[in-house]
């Protein structure tokens, strides 16, 4: 069973930058999907980014040049960097995994294990 946790969350002006960061704990390995999924009010969850196993990403097109994942697996934590951000960006941000490399590394949305979220808000 894997535990996750976010932090980094806040408020900032349009054009601001945050890092999110997400623990994990538990029984985790390389041989995770991982990625970063997003809230917004009134709106269906979105993928934001994904690493697969390998290390390679994959971005929505709306983040493509601002945000970046990436993980370090020795201290099991996931990162999102977010540069640029735009109003559009105001969520609530979760960390997510998923041990299912067969269905692939895809902003899916049944990972199996999430965590509680972080508010990141853009004014």
């Known amino acids: 069973h894997v535990q996750l946790v976010e932090s980094g969350g806040g408020s900032v002006q349009a054009g601001g930058s945050l890092r999110l960061s997400c623990v994990a704990s538990?029984?985790?390995?390389?041989?995770?999907?991982m990625g970063w999924f997003r809230q917004a009010p009134g709106k269906e969850r979105e993928g934001v980014a994904i690493?697969?196993?390998?290390?390679?990403?994959s971005y929505a097109d709306s983040v493509k040049g601002r945000f970046t994942i990436s993980k370090d697996n020795t201290k099991k934590i996931l990162y999102l960097q977010m540069n640029d951000l735009k109003p559009e960006d105001t969520a609530v941000y979760y960390c997510?995994?998923?041990?299912?490399?067969?269905?692939?590394?895809?902003?899916?949305?049944?990972?199996?294990?999430w965590g509680q979220g972080t508010q990141v808000t853009v004014s």
């Open positions: 690493v697969a196993r390998n290390g390679s990403p």
């Open positions: 997510a995994a998923d041990r299912r490399l067969y269905l692939g590394c895809r902003p899916r949305l049944d990972y199996t294990g």
């Open positions: 538990g029984y985790i390995d390389s041989d995770y999907c």
